[in-house]
């Protein structure tokens, strides 16, 4: 049994908070505010972020973020995004040197394109960081239905360390040293499934959805070969598995702002009705950014970038997008001379 801290009390967190428990293990759910942990107390229930979900009467929740890092074995970083930086900053001083993190948000800060994983190491020097991704929504892993997902860390004995926490009948983990690929294909998933929620607003059908799915990922894999990830990485759990999740499920939090605005909505309105962090506007920059400085081509993440920032047309992107010059698919080398 191994003493677990969950850092965040969002869906994800609880989710996991309750499978990491449900393995055996003793856990903490750190939230930042009184109000949520209070109701996590009484409740035993995330009724807001994850109704149904019944929280074991061992697994203790607190607002105290030391009583939640203090002599773990490991910590879950499960806040936003773009919460990571001043909560792993908070951490700092209760982190002792080698603390095996597990960051388990998705997303590339926009002002300095580091990686989430890269950010913690940053304000939390001498940790032994990790990541966890996968196709992997918080309302079934919190139901028990089978999922996998991956593990990714520097040092192999790390990566199956937590593989053996994390794996349970119904949570098969894998385990890669790309930590750079699966954090890449975590973030900019993302990004392609507002396009994709976008689509689904306008009523484009199934064809258009995997046109979407399909190029998404090309433009994802061609980034990040560019930096120095592994292209298998983009074809398995963390890049295609988890893009199709993303971009198909009624959970999608990204595809769900995306379908708003392709009903009409703006980008902030349709973030106002999510209620939740929607991951992808916020990496959204980041990829354009991250494709200039690359110098890689990516035009749905270009075309997405103007409907959230500039105000463009969702039909005019999708316009951009069908009448851009002809192109082979794999490569003009292949052909017979």
Same mark, same amino acid.
């Given at each position: 049994?191994?003493?677990?801290?969950?850092?965040?009390? /969002?869906?994800?967190?609880?989710?996991?908070?309750?499978?990491?428990?449900?393995?055996?293990?003793?856990?903490?759910?750190?939230?930042?505010?009184?109000?949520?942990?209070?109701?996590?107390?009484?409740?035993?229930?995330?009724?807001?972020?994850?109704?149904?979900?019944?929280?074991?009467?061992?697994?203790?929740?607190?607002? !105290?973020?030391?009583?939640?890092?203090?002599?773990?074995?490991?910590?879950?970083?499960?806040?936003?995004?773009?919460?990571?930086?001043?909560?792993?900053?908070?951490?700092?001083?209760?982190?002792?040197?080698?603390?095996?993190?597990?960051?388990?948000?998705?997303?590339?800060?926009?002002?300095?394109?580091?990686?989430?994983?890269?950010?913690?190491?940053?304000?939390?020097?001498?940790?032994?960081?990790?990541?966890?991704?996968?196709?992997?929504?918080?309302?079934?892993?919190?139901?028990?239905?089978?999922?996998?997902?991956?593990?990714?860390?520097?040092?192999?004995?790390?990566?199956?360390?937590?593989?053996?926490?994390?794996?349970?009948?119904?949570?098969?983990?894998?385990?890669?040293?790309?930590?750079?690929?699966?954090?890449?294909?975590?973030?900019?998933?993302?990004?392609?499934?507002?396009? =994709?929620?976008? =689509? !689904?607003?306008?009523?484009?059908?199934?064809?258009?959805?995997?046109?979407?799915?399909?190029?998404?990922?090309?433009?994802?894999?061609?980034?990040?070969? =560019?930096? /120095?990830?592994?292209?298998?990485?983009?074809?398995?759990?963390?890049?295609?598995? !988890?893009?199709?999740?993303?971009?198909?499920?009624?959970?999608?939090?990204?595809?769900?702002?995306?379908?708003?605005?392709?009903?009409?909505?703006?980008?902030?309105? =349709?973030?106002?009705?999510?209620?939740?962090?929607?991951?992808?506007?916020?990496?959204?920059?980041?990829?354009?950014?991250?494709?200039?400085?690359?110098?890689? %081509?990516?035009?749905?993440?270009?075309?997405?970038?103007?409907?959230?920032? %500039?105000?463009?047309?969702?039909?005019?992107?999708?316009?951009?997008?069908?009448?851009?010059?002809?192109?082979?698919?794999?490569?003009? %080398?292949?052909?017979?001379?």
């Amino acid at each position: 049994m191994k003493n677990i801290g969950v850092i965040g009390a /969002g869906s994800w967190g609880t989710a996991l908070a309750w499978l990491l428990e449900n393995n055996g293990h003793h856990v903490t759910m750190w939230s930042y505010r009184e109000d949520e942990a209070l109701a996590l107390q009484t409740d035993r229930e995330n009724r807001s972020k994850l109704p149904g979900v019944k929280l074991q009467d061992d697994l203790l929740i607190t607002t !105290d973020l030391q009583a939640a890092v203090d002599g773990k074995d490991i910590l879950v970083l499960a806040v936003p995004s773009p919460a990571i930086r001043s909560t792993a900053g908070k951490m700092s001083p209760f982190i002792r040197e080698n603390q095996v993190i597990v960051n388990v948000a998705k997303g590339v800060e926009a002002e300095t394109l580091l990686t989430m994983s890269q950010i913690i190491e940053q304000q939390i020097p001498g940790v032994d960081v990790a990541v966890l991704s996968g196709p992997s929504h918080a309302e079934e892993v919190g139901r028990g239905l089978p999922t996998t997902c991956v593990i990714g860390a520097r040092k192999k004995e790390t990566a199956e360390y937590l593989q053996e926490v994390f794996m349970s009948p119904v949570f098969r983990v894998y385990t890669s040293p790309d930590i750079l690929g699966i954090e890449l294909g975590a973030a900019l998933k993302n990004v392609i499934a507002l396009a =994709a929620g976008v =689509a !689904d607003g306008m009523g484009y059908g199934d064809n258009t959805k995997a046109a979407l799915i399909t190029r998404g990922i090309a433009e994802i894999s061609r980034l990040g070969i =560019a930096m /120095g990830a592994r292209a298998e990485t983009f074809f398995g759990l963390s890049g295609i598995g !988890d893009l199709i999740v993303t971009c198909a499920s009624v959970h999608s939090r990204n595809r769900k702002a995306g379908y708003l605005m392709g009903k009409g909505y703006t980008m902030q309105e =349709a973030m106002d009705e999510v209620k939740m962090v929607v991951e992808g506007v916020h990496s959204a920059k980041a990829a354009l950014s991250l494709s200039k400085k690359y110098h890689v %081509e990516m035009p749905i993440v270009t075309e997405i970038n103007q409907v959230l920032f %500039e105000n463009k047309k969702a039909s005019d992107a999708v316009n951009e997008l069908m009448l851009r010059m002809k192109k082979d698919e794999i490569g003009e %080398e292949l052909w017979e001379k």
